[in-house]
């Protein structure tokens, strides 16, 4: 099973050739991950991600989150569009500490044809903010993306 997370483009995230540039393509993955993954104070019950959003965004949490790795594989430029993209997001792999959050960012939802434009994969460590040392994902993270575990993203090129 997959989330999909509608996430806009801004004007400035189109470079001079008028498409997505690679570098704002890291910062639209951040947003739809955010989108499904943390929740803070004024995260709405109906949200995207209701019912994943389990790491604590908030400024007392007891644990942050750190990038280890990423990898995208562009496939196609992206245009602007008004609409927002839909990023599809899944876990690869859920291990200790750490998780693989993947992705396919597509066109539009009711664009024809669809148009599969990104895929990618963020490998992410959970950290306690006292230790600094990484930390178990718990019962109750894990339950709550255990639905979402999928194949790992199949890169074309490697």
Do not use: K
């Not at 943390?38 to 990038?67: C, F, R």
């Amino acid at each position: 099973m997959r989330l999909h997370v509608p996430t806009p483009l801004r004007w400035s995230d189109l470079d001079a050739y008028g498409h997505v540039n690679n570098a704002r393509m890291l910062s639209l993955l951040e947003e739809a991950r955010i989108q499904a993954f943390w929740v803070s104070d004024d995260t709405p019950e109906h949200a995207v991600g209701a019912s994943t959003a389990v790491i604590d965004a908030t400024p007392e949490t007891n644990t942050i989150t750190l990038i280890a790795r990423q990898e995208i594989e562009y496939l196609a430029p992206i245009p602007y569009h008004r609409q927002p993209l839909d990023i599809e997001l899944w876990i690869g792999r859920m291990g200790g500490a750490s998780l693989d959050v993947c992705y396919e960012v597509y066109s539009p939802v009711g664009l024809d044809p669809r148009v599969l434009y990104t895929r990618a994969v963020t490998s992410i460590v959970l950290v306690d903010t006292t230790t600094q040392r990484p930390r178990r994902i718990d019962d109750r993270e894990r339950a709550a993306w255990e639905p979402y575990v999928g194949d790992p993203v199949a890169f074309r090129r490697r």
